[in-house]
């Protein structure tokens, strides 16, 4: 049994090397993995900067220049492509996408970062009209949309070893003492509250896209405080409640809940209406 953290550190080392990973499995067999670690094309990146004759040499104007063709730049393309303005967007790769790029191999394509969509909420109209647009939802039965099935896929199903026992699902629950149970579903009830709550502008408390959360400064004010804080100012002190909480940051943010604010760290839990 090789760690995730030595597994992930030998393979950058090996792929480094050039060569292929020959060993991992949570068994003993032993497999190959090829590949090559991805990033900025530093080349290219850097053929500017190495240019002895940095004079242009063509000279485009264009009313709007979008640099970078990740899914922000491609979204602003869009929008400017419908309202016909008189645009260019400049990419530095050979291909655009950036951080939702992907490729494909003889089996199937593949995403290289960024692939997953929540279901949108309701009033996230342009994402709705987007999803409309692509052929990802086919059409509105009772007010709601049907996606085309080859384009979903099942919540990850994930579980977690706690108290020398694997349990299904991320929330800790076996062997957890009744009195962190009790935490735990308040804290979870809280987050539903926190789900429906608008701000005194009548919009929702915390919205996807984020512009559209409420502007509220009582809920911006949690701005100004940690995760951290805000779980022990609502006397959230379960060690187990903390360590899921701790998780959920880690995912999202990268970073703990100590350096999360309690706005991004409750927009993780309350913004996405299900
Ligand atoms: C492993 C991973 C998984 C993720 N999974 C998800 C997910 O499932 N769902 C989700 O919603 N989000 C996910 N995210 C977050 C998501 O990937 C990013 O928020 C999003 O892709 C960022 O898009 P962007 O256009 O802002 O930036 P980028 O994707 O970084 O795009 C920037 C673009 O600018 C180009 N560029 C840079 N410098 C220059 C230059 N000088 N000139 C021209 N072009 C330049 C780059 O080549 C790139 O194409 C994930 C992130 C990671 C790291």
Redesign the pocket.
Known sequence: MISRRKFIAQSLATVAAGSALTHLSSCDEKKIITGSTNG?NAAL?HRLRNLTDQHPRKQIKKDVVI???????LSAARILKKNNTDFTL????HH?????SFRSNALSAYPL?????PLPNLDNHSLLEFLEEVGVITHYEKGLPQFYEHYLCFDPKERLYINEHWQEGLIPQDGVPSSDQQQIVRFLEQMERWRNKLGRDQKYAFNIPVAESSSDPEILALDQISMDAWLHANLFTSTYLNWYVNYCCLDDFGISTQHTSAWAGLHYFASRKG
């Open positions: 900025p990146g640099v970078g063709g990740g899914i922000a730049g400049l990419e530095l790769e655009v996408g950036g951080n939702s970062g960024a692939h997953y969509l």
